[in-house]
Each structure stands twice: as C-alpha cells, then as structure tokens.
T-cell receptor
Framework: KAGVTQTPRYLIKTRGQQVTLSCSPI?????VSWYQQTPGQGLQFLFE???????NKGNFPGRFSGRQFSNSRSEMNVSTLELGDSALYLC???????????FGSGTQLSVL | KQEVTQIPAALSVPEGENLVLNCSFT??????LQWFRQDPGKGLTSLLL?????REQTSGRLNASLDKSSGRSTLYIAASQPGDSATYLC?????????FGAGTTVTVRA
C-alpha cells in the first residue's frame, strides 16, 4: 500500500511568487491535514479537509489556502511568498473512523 | 490556546539504557494524544495513540501513559538501541487539529 505522497520534494522560489504543493493521501483515506515545520516555531497546523470540506484552519494569514478534490488529493497554495514562509510543509492523511495520522516526507520550500 | 511542552529538549544515553520522555499540555479537553518519531529531513511516523479515555498504550519496547487531569504524558522506551536515535514529538488532538510539542532529540550511543 503506497504511503502519503507529496510533490515536489524540494522547491525554490523568490519573494512575491506563489507556489502550489500537492498531497496524495493513502488510498481510502479521506482526511488530509497540512502542517508547517520551521526550526523556530516547530510544527504548526495549517488546515484539515474531509470529503472536500475544510473542517478546521490554523492561525495563518489568508495567503495560505488549500483545497481537496473528490479523489481526496489535496493542494495547498501560498501566494505572495515571504522569506518567513521557508519551511518543511507536511501533509498527513487518516482513514475514516481512525485518528492515526500517516505523514508524507514533506515539501521543503525555500524562499529567496 | 493549547500549549504543549516537552522535556528534556535533548537526551543522550548509552545503548541499553531505558528512555523516559515527558510531555505536558495546558488544556485537558483533548480527543487523543499521539507520539511520533521524526528522522532528520523526513516526515513523522506515528508510534502510539492514546485515546482520551485510556491511561496507556504499549507497542513492543514502547509504552506511553496519559494522565489527562494533570495534563501529562510519558513515553518509555525500554533497552534503547542506536536505531532509536531520532526526535520524538508528542501531539494532542482537538477539533481535527494537532498541537505539537517542540520535541525531544534522542541520541543513543553504541
């Protein structure tokens, strides 16, 4: 059974650009959540989706957005990138009725 | 706002010694508590999940306890091995959201 797949693995952007990250959950998983990890702030919750509906959102500016498709795949978008957006972005999925989270390897975003 | 604290921040032990990692949280209204392991540059691997109604969970050499009323959890790793070297994170879940501690970085010396 394939794990959670995140693409791309690495990304380099410049300030002001926008970026889209992709996450394919484990087959059968319908919940997808996103986290930002930085050395200074640790792991912080971005948002969670279930069956294309956002159920919760963290304390991030509106430049951070996400969506989930009918096949449970999810994307997150960051517009007008800032240097402080440099981070490892992790996505996780879980099966219906199971709280155990399975994480992908992440996308390492560098903003120059 | 939920605050999760992990002590110590780092730990170095000789192989074979037992490990004790601590986690505390400020709001006891949690759905569950999970312990994860993270290797450098990688994602997180779930180790143990304790439901709010449970007191402990065990898996192999790992045992985690939960005292929800005092806002504490402890992860015990018996007979540590060099392969246990990693960062261990605890997280509490509430309203489909995990709040993470900063982690304890463990080094097991051969």
């Amino acid at each position: 059974k394939a794990g959670v797949t995140q693409t791309p693995r690495y990304l380099i952007k410049t300030r002001g650009q926008q970026v889209t990250l992709s996450c394919s959950p484990i087959s059968g998983h319908r919940s997808v959540s996103w986290y930002q990890q930085t050395p200074g702030q640790g792991l912080q919750f971005l948002f969670e989706y279930f069956s294309e509906t956002q159920r919760n959102k963290g304390n991030f500016p509106g430049r951070f957005s996400g969506r989930q498709f009918s096949n449970s795949r999810s994307e997150m978008n960051v517009s007008t990138l800032e240097l402080g957006d440099s981070a490892l972005y992790l996505c996780a999925s879980s099966a219906p009725g199971d709280e155990k989270l399975f994480f992908g390897s992440g996308t390492q975003l560098s903003v120059l | 706002k939920q605050e999760v604290t992990q002590i110590p921040a780092a730990l170095s032990v000789p192989e074979g010694e037992n490990l004790v990692l601590n986690c505390s949280f400020t709001d006891s209204a949690i759905y569950n508590l999970q312990w994860f392991r993270q290797d450098p540059g990688k994602g997180l691997t779930s180790l143990l999940l304790i439901q709010s109604s449970q007191r402990e969970q065990t898996s192999g050499r790992l045992n985690a306890s939960l005292d929800k009323s005092s806002g504490r959890s402890t992860l015990y790793i018996a007979a540590s091995q060099p392969g246990d070297s990693a960062t261990y994170l605890c997280a509490v879940e509430d309203d489909y959201k995990l709040s993470f501690g900063a982690g304890t970085t463990v080094t097991v010396r051969a």
